[in-house]
């Protein structure tokens, strides 16, 4: 897993801990909270839905955890 992807991760599951799962953010809140470029993030994004760690919305505006990925970014089993 890439730092992009790690960072990534730990956003989400931070918003999981403090919202509640999923852990649901704005696409644009994701490329402005982290300290990337916005195609590394979005790379980053593509890859862990690719990988079934995080999922979208159906207009691809909102991005979320899902269980699996929130065990990966916290090491924490269901």
Same mark, same amino acid.
């Given at each position: 897993?890439?730092?992009?992807? !790690?960072?990534?991760? *730990?956003?989400?599951?931070?918003?999981?801990?403090?919202? /509640?799962?999923?852990? #649901?953010?704005? #696409?644009? %809140?994701?490329?402005?909270?982290? @300290?990337?470029? @916005?195609?590394? +993030?979005?790379? *980053?994004?593509? !890859?862990?839905?690719?990988?079934?760690? *995080?999922?979208?919305?159906?207009?691809?505006?909102? #991005?979320?955890? +899902? @269980?699996?990925?929130? %065990?990966?970014?916290? /090491? *924490?089993?269901?």
């Amino acid at each position: 897993m890439t730092e992009e992807e !790690q960072l990534l991760l *730990a956003l989400l599951a931070k918003e999981w801990d403090l919202k /509640g799962p999923p852990g #649901v953010l704005d #696409v644009s %809140e994701v490329i402005a909270a982290l @300290p990337l470029a @916005p195609s590394d +993030t979005l790379a *980053a994004l593509k !890859q862990l839905f690719e990988d079934g760690l *995080a999922d979208m919305n159906s207009l691809r505006t909102s #991005v979320f955890l +899902t @269980p699996e990925g929130y %065990e990966a970014a916290t /090491g *924490a089993a269901d």
